[in-house]
């Protein structure tokens, strides 16, 4: 896991700044194939930010990155094209049904029609949802919605999946579920980049970053991070570093 | 025992597009003690809004009733509203009037000013101070929760109900509102606070844990933690995917799941964790590490939904 080769992104000394306003630091780290990384900052932090560059939505100011070995100055498209992404807030569409959404995102990826079919198969059986797929999705309960956004984000098999606060407001088995479906796609070789404001997710991850006014103050598995603060749990470790953070909101 | 808020056998449904209707609350029943710190624990979705909104008085259950400082919510809802402060969890004030114009709005509205209840929500205000000119559409995450949490408390309310206040706020903040409220609880406020986030449970007094509109479970934090009532062990080892595979191969697993560094798990009756071990060991799992734990209200929770 540690070859250069196997980096799947690399950031050195990404900077945005917004006028005088530095949202995003001089960040650098790398993320290996198929890890577990989880992104964690307070509100304001410079997050999303960062996950916005990585996402090839936004240009950084200074410093240079690559995911899946594409550059984040030149080629923000192929970035797009690429990579799976799901958040909270924008997960499906609800006046779609569940195998209407997988044909408009895997068209929208440019998969071919036997090959839509072929995973919306696999998925409905993955997710016991067979029964459902002529169900529009605003009828399904929160935690199927959840579950299935997941599995569309991954639906054209990307090398990495960025997954923002995916678990918000789930009941706590369909929080296991998820990250079981993590674990999954994580053990078949997809990179999983994971925000949440759950601490105790924090420690299904391989390694962690904690991000504080813009730079990152700690990375390391949650073991290390716990080892290195003298911490009980990663909520202890998070509280220790955010609570010096000089910015707000 | 005086309570605060008496809820009994509140039934809410709800017209869906066929003919049956939705179950939305179902024969929901708690009491709340005066001056209590109380938390309603549950997902999304599991009822905690209409709960709210009933005990609050915007919204009417089909059946049932609930008391509030010994007030009928519904004959009387006029005196509930001004003795309760609301906090909803959709930020609900005014985004185009400032932070100070908010507060002195919701002070006149309940005939009071800021100056009379000053006391309450100094603590909280000062943080907002410097604020104090800027639309509250403008405000961070962290300060619209502060700002509204003032207009719920500028008239001193007896009872105080906090729908999700915490939800989308960072750990750091989350700590901080939790400080907050167990200040307000030292002035004798009683306060009904609801959450997705278990891992809050253990700040409140006492909690009731909903889930489709039913509650599964109420007691303290640790009565709830003890009402587990099986052995509950945590194992860990390099490959956690695999592990929890093989682990849901055996048949001496009652059941196990995935809770953060560790897998979760409870044995079959009559078998033990050597057993366990030595069976692991011959899978290739040798580099397993075990140990006992107190179940937390996750682990209840998830044993109660099934």
Not at chain 2, 124 to 139: D, M, N, S
């Amino acid at each position: 896991m540690n070859n250069n080769n196997q980096h799947i992104i690399i950031a050195d000394k990404l900077t945005k700044k917004f006028g005088d306003f530095t949202a995003v630091d001089a960040i650098s780290f790398t993320v290996d194939k198929g890890e577990i990384f989880g992104f964690l900052g307070a509100n304001g932090a410079g997050k999303t930010t960062a996950i916005r560059i990585l996402c090839g939505l936004i240009h950084p100011t200074s410093g240079h990155g690559s995911v899946a070995s594409y550059d984040v100055h030149t080629q923000s498209e192929k970035i797009k094209q690429t990579i799976g992404y799901m958040s909270q807030k924008f997960t499906l569409y609800e006046d779609l049904t569940v195998t209407e959404n997988m044909r408009f995102f895997g068209g929208i990826y440019g998969m071919d029609r036997k090959r839509i079919r072929e995973k919306t198969d696999l998925i409905l059986h993955e997710l016991n949802l067979h029964d459902r797929a002529n169900a529009l999705v605003k009828t399904l309960p929160l935690g199927w919605k959840q579950k299935l956004a997941f599995s569309v984000a991954i639906l054209h098999e990307p090398p990495i999946v960025f997954l923002d606060e995916p678990t918000g407001g789930v009941d706590p088995v369909t929080r296991r579920e998820f990250w079981e479906m993590i674990y999954r796609a994580s053990h078949n070789g997809t990179t999983i980049f994971v925000t949440t404001h759950y601490m105790d997710e924090a420690e299904y991850c391989n390694r962690v970053s904690i991000m504080v006014d813009g730079r990152i103050e700690a990375l390391d598995t949650p073991a290390g991070l716990r080892e290195k603060f003298g911490a009980a749990d990663m909520n202890e470790v998070f509280l220790s570093l955010a609570r010096k953070a000089k910015r707000t909101e | 025992m005086v309570y605060s808020v008496i809820v009994n056998d509140v039934i809410k449904t709800y017209p869906s597009g066929k003919k049956d209707k939705v179950t939305g609350l179902d024969q929901i029943s708690f009491q709340v003690e005066k001056g209590e710190l109380f938390g309603l624990i549950g997902p999304d979705g599991a009822g905690k809004t209409s709960l709210f909104r009933i005990m609050v008085t915007l919204l009417l259950a089909d059946s049932g009733s609930v008391i509030v400082e010994g007030t009928d919510v519904v004959k009387d809802y006029m005196k509930i509203r001004s003795i309760s402060g609301y906090m909803p969890g959709k930020f609900s004030l005014y985004q185009d009037l400032s932070v100070e114009e908010n507060l002195s709005f919701f002070a006149t509205v309940f005939n009071t000013t800021i100056q009379e209840n000053y006391e309450l929500i100094r603590d909280i205000y000062v943080q907002l101070e410097p604020f104090k000119t800027r639309k509250a559409g403008a405000l961070s995450g962290g300060m619209k929760q502060k700002l509204a949490l003032c207009c719920a408390l500028v008239h001193r309310p007896e009872v105080l109900f906090l729908d999700e206040p915490t939800t989308g706020v960072d750990a750091v903040s989350r700590v901080e509102f939790w400080d907050m409220l167990k200040k307000l609880k030292s002035e004798g406020i009683t306060i009904l606070v609801s959450t997705a986030y278990m891992d809050e449970a253990s700040r409140c007094d006492n909690i009731a844990l909903i889930n489709n509109g039913k509650i599964l479970a109420k007691d303290t934090p640790a009565g709830i933690s003890k009402s587990f009532g099986e052995t509950l062990w945590a194992i860990k080892h390099p490959d956690m995917y695999g592990l929890l595979n093989q682990l849901r191969r055996s048949s001496m697993i009652h059941a196990a799941y995935p809770s953060g560094e560790y897998h979760h798990l409870t044995l079959q009756d009559h078998k033990t964790m050597d057993e366990l071990m030595k069976e692991l060991s011959v899978q290739g799992f040798q580099e397993s590490f075990c140990k006992e734990i107190e179940p937390n209200v996750e682990d209840v929770f998830m044993k109660k939904m099934k």
